[in-house]
């Protein structure tokens, strides 16, 4: 039995492997980008979406690779990988990005071990920490979850992009690097939010994850901070529900992560996963992977492809949005004069309070002082795609109109 088993497993890769290399001739010969021929839920998505971009291109007949807008192609490739394994039983499930991720989480044991040393540490006493103190570190775990996101495989085309370093020695020297800096408004928020917060309502901030690794631990050491400092009540998780831009987040990594947390022979790493599985366990934690996240639109549209989530992302008091992809998406990955407020590249997606945690890698960049973006360009031209500079970014105010 056993060898017809095999025998079937590699029938499928070989034809996985073909559906591949076909995607990889087409993309490298410029071919017209065609649509999906799976049966996946959101074929029927993607494919009124490819009608729409054949219609912006005016009639030229078929959209092709090099013809059609980056952010397009980009999902749509991502999108190409996930289906050439999904038809291909039984290796439809297997997530070909899945040893990088892992190789990242591996490389990054020293930045996770200090982190997670260093977050215990502060939960010890945390309840004897001032308004001042309790911002002073809200200020920190931010800045490492933003600097997490340099940690990007797709950026790094794999080159390898650990975290390395103690995450918490070099912020103090990132601070420069820092070209939109909301973080005292941020905190307003959150403050304010739970004095107001008589009647009790849970305060809930949502994480749009990004890369798994180090990346995410950053983004779970955040969310126990909201938890144990009770800025928040409850913190929603949006994850990816196919494999995408390589590092991004899945299911799987999120629970993969946890679980190697607890698994691991350093007790404050241990016990960070331990708390960590208690609280999805008690649903203070929640995961979520809407497939909006894995679609080619901008977030303008999500109130009208994804109603439900657009309405669920409203319950929310507060949505940080983690790296490069998600804030082409929040504007519209369009090339903005750098002083275009970010309120306005938003074009009405504002479903709650937002804030971009993100470092650049795309020339794409609103909401920045007049002479900022020039002045940075005049002596660093690659400044937009180096990752070098960060953004935390917020918008508060509801849609004017
Ligand atoms: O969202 P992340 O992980 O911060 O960055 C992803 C990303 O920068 O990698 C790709 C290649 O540069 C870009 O298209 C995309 O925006
Ligand atoms: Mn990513």
């Known amino acids: 039995m056993s060898s017809l088993k095999n025998m079937k497993g590699v029938e499928a890769e070989k034809r996985a492997i073909s559906f591949l290399s076909k995607l990889r001739n087409e993309l490298q010969t410029d071919k017209p980008v065609t ?23 005016n009639g030229n007949g078929e959209p092709s ?20 394994l999904v038809q291909n039983p039984p290796i439809g499930s297997f997530d070909v990005f899945k040893e990088g991720k892992a190789q990242n989480f591996f490389e990054s044991q020293e930045a996770i071990i200090a982190l997670c040393t260093y977050f ?13 103190q309790l911002q002073g570190e809200l200020f920190k775990l931010l800045q490492v979850s933003l600097w ?109 992560t946890i679980k190697q947390l607890q698994a691991a022979n350093h007790m404050w790493m241990s016990r960070c996963g331990i708390n960590w599985e208690g609280n999805l366990k008690k649903g ?27 309405a669920d992302l409203q319950k929310s008091n ?12 929040l504007t519209g990955d369009r090339k903005w004069e750098y002083t275009v407020p970010f309120h306005q590249a938003l074009n009405k997606f504002h479903p709650a309070p937002l804030c971009s945690l993100r ?14 973006g020039e002045q940075i360009q005049a002596s660093e031209p690659e400044w937009m795609v180096t990752g070098k500079y960060g953004i935390v970014q917020f918008d508060a105010a509801p849609s004017s109109s």
């Open 120 to 132: 215990q540490e502060l939960l010890k006493n945390i309840k004897d920490l001032d308004e001042k």
């Open 284 to 310: 203070v934690w929640v995961y979520q992977d809407h497939m909006f996240w894995t679609l080619p639109h901008v977030y303008s549209s999500m109130a009208e492809v994804a109603p439900d989530l657009y």
């Open 318 to 329: 507060l949505i940080l949005f983690k790296g490069d992809l998600n804030y082409r998406k």
């Open 359 to 372: 470092t650049l890698k795309s020339d794409t960049q609103v909401g920045l002082k007049p002479g900022q």
């Open 148 to 256: 997490g996101n340099k940690c990007d495989l797709s950026f790094s085309a794999g080159e390898e992009s650990s975290q390395k370093s103690s995450p918490l020695q070099c912020l103090e020297n990132m601070v420069p690097y820092i070209i939109v800096d909301d973080m005292e408004k941020l905190w307003s928020l959150l403050i304010n939010t739970k004095k107001r917060n008589t009647e009790k309502c849970n305060v809930r901030v949502d994480i749009v994850l990004d890369n798994a690794g180090f990346e995410l631990v950053s983004d779970l050491v955040l969310a126990d901070f909201l938890l144990s400092s009770k800025l928040a009540d409850e913190v929603h998780f949006h994850g990816k529900s196919i494999p995408w831009y390589v590092s991004d987040t899945t299911k799987n990594d999120f629970n993969w």
């Open 65 to 84: 690779w090099f013809q059609s807008p980056w952010l397009f192609v980009e999902c749509y490739m991502y999108r190409r990988i996930h289906a050439a």
């Open 35 to 57: 649509p999906l021929e799976d049966e996946l839920p959101d074929a029927v998505l993607w494919n009124q979406y490819l009608d729409y971009q054949r219609n912006l291109s």
